[in-house]
């Protein structure tokens, strides 16, 4: 080999390199089929007489290819943290919507009859019930180098308190808090695999599997309706097996409408059915962002 071809040859393994080590973060087979790619537009330049240098050139330097690689994969910079951005703050509107629930519309205690929680104990209580919201909100205003640490302690806080009291209620916002977590590190190599879409739509189908052995354990009736409603939740959660945005939204409105029917209806079930619908918000939204196209969760 002469000094030129040594030149040349090290020239693109530099490029390769440098382009593998941005990409790490991709799958072995994105990375590797991309570096295929910048191996073969090295050999057509050199078989049409040009340099390796100027076969760089034509590629642009290694950030940026790898920008524009990271861009049609769906994996620019910002799409993550957009993505976890939404969740926090459907996670704090999730909580200023439990918030007003439980002050106004739930009983303060489960025998029927009683007054709200605003009737007995004042305006009060409703500041009382925006403190998730205002724990919720923080990742939202912190730096950002301190944002993954705050967005998990955030979660674990919001998990506790929605263990508490009619807190309880707020287990919507601590699984869109918790949302806010796991997502960005799933779909940060891309749109989620096999495995986490069938891991979600099996998540969906836990509330009618429980509502099922409820009534086969003589815990309530079972009745047609009710093996219709549980139909119904196993069918539309097993939308999120879909890899496709408008699954994740169908799924998403589905939960919405669940919600809204549990609020309607106070009474002894509700907040079974509320932790039901929170749990088809929750795996739709994350569903439709995950595998949302890079310009629409962008707002372009």
Avoid: C
């Avoid at 080590?21 to 799958?27: A, D, G, N, S, V």
């Avoid at 799933?186 to 099996?202: L, N, Q, S, T, Y």
């Avoid at 059915?273 to 749990?279: E, H, L, S």
């Amino acid at each position: 080999m002469t000094e030129r071809d040594t030149m040349n040859a090290n020239a693109e393994d530099t490029y390769l390199r440098d382009v593998g080590k941005r990409l790490r973060t991709l799958t072995p087979e994105q990375r590797g089929a991309v570096l295929d790619d910048v191996r073969a537009h090295f050999a057509d330049a050199a078989d049409a007489g040009r340099s390796p240098e100027q076969a760089a050139e034509s590629l642009g330097d290694p950030a940026q290819f790898t920008e524009r690689v990271r861009a049609e994969l769906g994996l620019d910079a910002g799409r993550t943290d957009r993505m976890r951005r939404v969740l926090q703050w459907l996670a704090t509107g999730a909580a200023v919507f439990t918030a007003m629930f439980v002050s106004f519309l739930w009983p303060s205690d489960t025998l029927p009859g009683l007054d709200t929680q605003v009737d007995q104990y004042g305006f009060g209580i409703v500041l009382l019930n925006l403190v998730p919201a205002l724990v919720a909100a923080l990742p939202l205003l912190v730096p950002a180098r301190a944002r993954t640490a705050t967005t998990v302690a955030v979660a674990v806080v919001l998990t506790v308190l929605s263990l508490a009291g009619t807190t309880t209620f707020h287990t919507l916002t601590a699984m869109l808090a918790w949302a806010a977590v796991v997502v960005p590190v799933i779909a940060r190599r891309g749109r989620p695999a096999a495995g986490w879409r069938i891991a979600g739509a099996a998540l969906t189908a836990v509330p009618a599997l429980l509502g099922i052995l409820g009534g086969l354990v003589g815990s309530w009736d079972m009745e047609v309706s009710s093996l219709l409603w549980s139909g119904g939740f196993i069918a539309v959660g097993a939308l999120i097996a879909v890899p496709r945005a408008w699954a994740g939204a169908v799924v998403t409105a589905a939960g919405v409408a669940v919600l809204i029917v549990s609020t309607l209806d106070v009474g002894m079930i509700t907040l079974g059915i509320w932790w039901a619908g929170g749990v088809l918000f929750t795996v739709g939204v994350s569903h439709a962002l995950a595998h949302a196209r890079p310009r629409t969760l962008a707002g372009e």
